[in-house]
């Protein structure tokens, strides 16, 4: 998408506004099947958390990618994209047997995570196969809020209960058709990866009707200059081949699944926002625009920096801003950036606004959620309504004084 798409974009939806290339989305669900083409049999299942569009569902649905899930509702935006259950996983951490049975019924592949809930699944449901969530207990990634693969971990049931897990299956009857692993979404080096990936091999041996392992996610995509990203053909090529030898040893072709969410939408969105005031302190610029981290939270959350370009004035002369909100608290986006001359009225442009941008956004200030917008084979698609007054009180139940 050249500026010129993306101020069109902005001129007929208005600011703020999310935009999502499908082209983008295709080029990346392209390199990651390239990387695992020596795999006969590869599955991705991208992760809906980091954007849940109905629309941005069907492209990937299109592209033959299935889904992973995390709540029931969730998997209910997968069927109303047309997905086929069987393409689902569905992978939540601590929800009641009630929500993991409904999901079952919808026909969509269970993931467990707990003994507990494994042991109470299996003796209810011996005939429903079910996937085990691991934790390898490998530490991957940066940041302690997106990595899961520690020992202090809520996530997964840890490698040292494998006796436990051997006899809760035994004891029940219940099948085990996959393993799976996600170990952080923040996965610098390959070699921390192929070591979880060894223990999940070693674990999948106790297992005899497995048909899938489930290597999760955690490709690191880059958000700016110099930053690393996850080299996936040097992955691709070195999973590939051991993967393909745990296969040979266990006697039957497994499907190597995965569920990319960041490594599929990050680089695809961009979040479109206008200027509303350039202020002058006695420390800073300040640009605020006409949105806040009531919309794009993830600066403020994990201190996550968004390349940020002033499309209405690309060629301006270079100078330090601050880019903040207008939410009442502090929301700040960017501190002393250098970015192309910025005029009140101007429309900035967020990279990587693709993955847990839009998902996560909310009310609060009671401001209107975005619109989002697809870019399909050259032309704008609205794909979500920009809120209304009926939304904020909508639900809000008004009683007498
Ligand atoms: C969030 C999540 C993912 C996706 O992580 P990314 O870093 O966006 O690729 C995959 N699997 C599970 C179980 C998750 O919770």
């Known amino acids: 998408m050249t500026h010129q798409d993306l101020l069109a974009v902005a001129q007929e939806f208005e600011s703020p506004v999310y935009v999502y290339d499908a082209e983008t989305i295709q080029k990346q669900y392209k390199k990651l099947t390239d990387a695992f083409k020596q795999v006969k ?206 296969c040979k040893d266990y006697g039957k072709e497994l499907t190597l699944a995965f569920e990319p969410g960041k490594f599929l939408v990050s680089e695809a969105g961009k979040f479109l926002v206008q200027v509303n005031v350039v202020k002058q302190t006695t420390s800073t610029v300040f640009a605020q625009v006409d949105s806040g981290f009531n919309h794009l939270i993830r600066p403020m959350l994990y201190g996550s920096q968004h390349e940020i370009e002033n499309i209405s004035n690309p060629k301006g002369k270079e100078r330090f801003y601050s880019v903040v909100g207008y939410i009442c608290e502090t929301d700040t986006f960017a501190n002393n950036r250098r970015i192309s001359e910025i005029r009140e009225g101007d429309i900035l442009a967020f990279s990587n606004a693709g993955a847990y941008c839009f998902s996560m956004a909310s009310n609060y200030n009671s401001r209107y959620r975005p619109a989002e917008v697809l870019w399909h084979q050259g032309k704008a698609h609205l794909i979500r309504k920009r809120e209304t007054f009926e939304d904020i009180v909508g639900n809000q139940v008004v009683i007498e004084l």
């Open 41 to 246: 049999k590869v599955k991705i299942h991208y992760a809906v958390k980091a954007l849940s569009n109905i629309s941005v569902l069907k492209v990937l649905n299109s592209l033959g990618s299935g889904l992973d899930t995390v709540s029931i509702q969730e998997v209910r935006l997968g069927l109303e994209a047309g997905v086929n259950p069987k393409d689902i996983i569905y992978t939540p951490n601590g929800v009641s047997l009630e929500e993991l049975e409904i999901a079952a019924k919808l026909g969509v592949q269970i993931n467990i995570d707990n003994l507990s809930i494994l042991e109470q699944f299996g003796t209810k449901h011996p005939d429903i196969p079910v996937c085990i969530r691991i934790n390898p207990h490998v530490m991957a990634g940066g940041n302690t809020n997106i990595s899961v693969g520690h020992i202090d971990s809520k996530f997964g049931i840890s490698i040292h209960q494998l006796p436990l897990m051997d006899r809760i299956v035994e004891n029940t009857g219940m099948t085990v058709n996959g393993i799976h692993m996600h170990t952080g979404s923040d996965i610098l080096d390959i070699d921390v990866f192929l070591y979880a990936a060894e223990i999940l091999f070693e674990t999948a041996k106790h297992f005899k009707n497995l048909e899938f392992i489930d290597f999760g996610s955690g490709f690191k995509v880059p958000y700016k200059k110099g930053d690393i990203q996850t080299d996936v053909s040097e992955l691709g090529k070195k999973l590939s081949k051991r993967f393909n030898e745990f």
